[in-house]
């Protein structure tokens, strides 16, 4: 049943309340909080599970995995990271932290990301890694960058932040490059409420990523640089807790995402993300581009469904490489497009279908308003 309350881009998958309670309760009789506690070893042992990996580091967000990652480099402070310029803050700021500079290059029209062919027109002998996005989830060019990487000798990290569950051939997308990177935020489909994991492929990044996550000690002396990237035990147990409901989330985001295209998919005016169909996807953003006659139009489409309390984001705008801090003299005319026409729907598990058929019907009406004017 719809109703009047208002209905935002997302909406955080939580544990069953009495469950959790009762654990956490487990927690403070333990009074083991942090540090390696048993809650964290469990979660990573059933992520591991559940993800099909090897190797898992747990840390407290998805900023801070892409940190330690870059700091596992072991760079020339100034070497250029490759990225893509639409992506999350973070993914830039992460490269800055590091004491590294991002490059941006182009990103493909139709799947957001970007492509190994634009990436190898980039590498300098200043590159020291390669950092595509697997946006929104939806995999990159993975043997291209593979083959990159393995060509150039140049590290591979993927920043994975929204590619929870996303399988290509039966893989995990987190079992590629030498290091994936996964944000656990209470906006992803999958939550410890705050949270970020580093799947380490190439086993020769572990010691340095454990290290960098706590203070840099070893054998509890501090030896190297390092912080407090730590999980906590309380959000790990919102982990574990979430982990059990998680395939029925993304099923259900599943059924909205079809219900929106059987609405939408046919109007002229509105384009999707391509999803390649091999591809087992985790239905964690409904994005929509606005193209053609409807090309700049998006603050109409925002102002209309803000007036019907339902707040739709304009993920990802603006571009990294426009920041004031990061701004570079390119014309990234793809990404400007996109960045500039693109609006994630609204996409959760408890959305009903009214809901989906009201901003459907809303964003039809207002393009076709548009057409007439
Ligand atoms: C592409 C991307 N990378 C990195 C991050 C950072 O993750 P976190 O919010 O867990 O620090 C995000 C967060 O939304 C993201 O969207």
């Known amino acids: 049943m719809s109703s009047n309350k208002p209905i935002y881009v997302t909406s955080p998958l939580l544990p069953d309340m009495p469950d959790l309670l009762a654990d956490i309760e487990s927690i403070f009789l333990r009074k083991m909080l942090s540090n390696n506690g048993p809650c964290l070893l469990q979660l990573k042992q059933e992520l591991q599970r559940f993800l099909n990996l090897k190797n898992l580091a747990l840390l407290n967000n998805g900023t801070s995995a892409l940190y330690a990652s870059l700091l596992a480099l072991n760079a020339e402070p100034g070497s250029e990271i490759i990225t893509t310029p639409f992506s999350f803050v973070a993914t830039a700021h992460a490269i800055t932290a590091a004491g590294l500079k991002p490059i941006f290059v182009d990103i493909d029209p139709d799947t957001y990301n970007i492509d190994a062919n634009a990436v190898a027109l980039a590498i300098t002998e200043k590159t020291a890694a390669i950092m595509p996005v697997h946006v929104f989830g939806n995999p990159c060019d993975l043997k291209g960058f593979e083959a990159l990487s393995q060509a150039e000798d140049i590290p591979l990290i993927y920043d994975a932040a929204h590619g929870f569950g996303v399988e290509m051939d039966g893989n995990s997308l987190l079992q590629f490059g030498d290091m994936s990177i996964l944000s656990m935020h209470a906006t992803k489909v999958y939550n410890t409420i705050e949270g970020g994991a580093i799947s380490i492929n190439s086993v020769g990044y572990q010691k340095d990523i454990d290290c960098f996550i706590n203070f840099g000690i070893v054998d509890a002396l501090p030896k190297y640089f390092g912080m407090n990237l730590k999980m906590s035990e309380l959000h790990a147990v919102v982990g574990l807790h979430n982990l059990k409901k998680v395939e029925e989330e993304i099923k259900n985001r599943k059924k909205i995402s079809d219900r929106y295209l059987e609405k939408l998919n046919q109007i002229p005016g509105f384009k999707f993300q391509l999803i390649a169909p ?70 959760y598990s408890e959305l009903c279908f009214s809901d989906v058929d009201k901003i459907s019907e809303l964003l039809i009406h207002t393009a076709q308003v548009l057409e007439d004017v």
């Open 278 to 347: 091999h591809v087992k996807y985790n239905f964690s953003y409904f994005p929509i581009q606005f193209t053609n006659n409807l090309k700049g139009r998006r603050d109409h489409f925002i102002n209309v469904l803000n007036e019907k309390n339902i707040f739709p984001r304009k993920y990802f705008s603006p571009l990294l490489s426009d920041l004031e801090m990061y701004a570079v003299d390119q014309s990234l005319t793809q990404a400007r497009n996109v960045s500039e026409n693109i609006l994630c729907l609204p996409i």
